[in-house]
């Protein structure tokens, strides 16, 4: 007789200055680290939308969590800075929130997707090529921006410190999901690399737009930008399914293989974190899963 495997659940988190958030299917949690050492934690219940019935429906489940996992990371990012500094003047809060994120959408957008059609299209008319040519020149000049930007800022200290509270949170939940007790000393074993990180989902959204992109064919100008910045959720939505599809199925090796290019980008993305950093990303994995589970504080 075949033994079903035992599915774990699938929670996930976030990066943050000086903290982590971790995100279960009812709840999230978030731990900071004080200037003075303290960690903080923080805990919400998330909205009725991650129990709706939308959210078992294939494609438009992944652009609702997207878009209010967007909120949240976004919020409790923010949330983070602010308690790295005491003067309340530097901290961001009401309508400069609100502010900072659509001025990030908008410059994320515009670099990351109309720059790359708007060259690929001069590329085109300038050299005569084929509208195949021109959208795998499109995609490549996309992914060389994406690569270089994450590679860029990532030299930068205070990212890079970022970066390792990304590494932390992926050997936190690769630990968990190992069975293994959650210790500083225990996950700092685990992998850096997770198959449902957001790096991961960055560059399957790059490359599913050249697909997409070149199915599209021959275009104006105006029919240019108007199908880049209408299909941003289109794309959106099948990248997140894509991830869904290879981080269920790793125990398939051409599945695997499929992961790989994902998982060699967030190499980009996390640093060895220290135990005082997986203290903290234990800390907001622990608070969140009792509040899951109804369990004890720790596991």
Known sequence: MKTEKLRM????????????????????????????GEIVVE????????????????????????????????????????????????????PALYLTLFVSLAVAVV???????LIGKALEQWLGFSHIIQNLLEGLIRLSFVILYIWGIGKMADVARVFSYH????????????????????????????????TAFILYVVLISIIIFTFIGQTSWLVLIASRLLFIPVIAMIAYEYIRFTADHLDNP??????????????????????????????????MYKLETNKADTI
């Open 9 to 36: 659940p699938t929670y996930g988190g976030q990066a943050l200055i000086e903290g982590v958030l971790m995100r279960g299917s009812k709840y999230l949690a978030a731990a900071f680290r004080k200037p003075d």
């Open 43 to 94: 805990t919400e219940e998330l909205g009725k939308i991650y129990q709706s019935p939308l959210k078992k429906i294939p494609f438009l489940r992944g652009l609702i969590i997207l878009w209010d996992a967007l909120g949240l990371g976004t919020k409790y990012l923010t949330k983070s800075a602010n308690y790295q500094t005491e003067d309340e003047k530097e901290k961001i809060e009401g």
């Open 111 to 117: 670099l990351f997707f109309l720059t790359p059609a």
């Open 167 to 198: 590494g932390a949170e992926h050997k936190t939940i690769n630990a968990f999901e190992s069975n293994s007790p959650l210790g500083p000393g225990t996950v700092k074993n685990f992998s850096l690399q997770h198959p449902r990180c957001g």
């Open 254 to 287: 051409i599945v695997a293989a499929m992961a790989k290019p994902g998982l060699w980008l967030q190499k980009l993305t996390t640093n060895e974190p220290d135990e005082k950093i997986l203290e903290v990303s234990i800390a907001a994995f622990n608070a």
